[in-house]
C-alpha cells in the first residue's frame, strides 16, 4: 500500500516511473526516480526525517521549499541536506539526525 | 496548549510563554530578548520567528531607533565549517 496519490482527479494517472532504492536510517526504501527525499520517504509513509539536537523531539516536512531546514537530514555523509530540495539517488544512505549528547542550553536555566 | 506554550522558534523550541516573560521581566528590545532566549539564534537564521520576536520585544519596551532590529545574519544559507577548509586529518 502506498501513500501515493495514484489518479489524481486533477492530475491524471500517476505514470510510473523509473524506481530506485536508497536507505534511510538503516532500511531499504523505494522511491521515485529524481523525487525529493521527503516525498519518497513521506510516500513511503515516514514522516519523522529527524530529531531536535537538543530536545529530541520528531522533525520532519515543514515549509518544503528549502527555506525553514526542518527537514535536513545527512546524505551520504553531508549534514544538512535539505530532504525536502534534494532529489532521491539510486543507492543514497539517508540518516535522520539525533539529539546531541551535550547539551547547549542547560545553563540558560540558572541566568535566564 | 494554552497560547504560552505555543512554540515561537521551532528551531530553539522557544514558546511565547518564555518571550513574553523575559521580554517583561527584563525590558528588553528584540536583540536582547534574541540573546536572553536564544529565539531566532537557531539553524534557519530566524527567519521564522525574527518578526515575532521583534514584536513581542517591541510590546514590552518602547521602540529605541538607536537599536537596530534583529536582521539575517549571512551567512544566508549555513555553511558547514567543514566546507570552509577543513584539514583532513588522514
Not at chain 1, 521549499?65 to 530540495?85: S, T
Request: hydrophobic share 35%; net charge negative.
Amino acid at each position: 500500500m502506498t501513500e501515493r496519490i495514484l489518479d489524481h482527479p486533477v492530475l491524471g494517472v500517476l505514470e510510473p516511473d523509473q524506481t530506485v532504492t536508497f536507505t534511510f536510517n538503516g532500511m531499504k526504501y523505494e522511491g521515485r526516480c529524481g523525487e525529493p527525499i521527503a516525498a519518497a520517504l513521506l510516500a513511503a509513509g515516514i514522516r519523522t526525517l529527524r530529531h531536535h539536537e537538543e530536545s529530541g523531539t520528531p522533525r520532519g516536512i515543514y515549509c518544503n521549499i528549502g527555506h525553514c531546514f526542518e527537514c535536513r537530514v545527512e546524505v551520504d555523509g553531508h549534514q544538512g541536506v535539505r530532504a525536502c530540495l534534494t532529489p532521491v539517488r539510486e543507492g543514497m544512505v539517508i540518516n535522520g539526525g539525533g539529539a546531541l549528547p551535550s547539551p547547549v542550553r542547560d545553563w540558560r536555566k540558572d541566568n535566564a | 496548549m494554552t497560547d504560552r506554550d505555543m512554540i515561537v522558534c521551532r528551531c530553539e523550541e522557544v514558546t511565547y510563554g518564555e518571550l513574553v516573560d523575559t521580554a517583561g521581566q527584563f525590558a528588553c528590545n528584540s536583540r536582547e530578548l534574541k540573546l536572553r532566549t536564544r529565539a531566532g539564534m537557531g539553524y534557519c537564521g530566524g527567519r521564522t520567528c525574527r518578526s515575532l520576536v521583534d514584536a513581542i520585544a517591541l510590546a514590552a519596551t518602547e521602540r529605541d531607533v538607536t537599536q537596530i532590529t534583529l536582521k539575517y545574519q549571512p551567512p544566508v544559507r549555513p555553511v558547514h565549517f567543514g566546507d570552509l577548509g577543513a584539514i583532513p586529518n588522514d
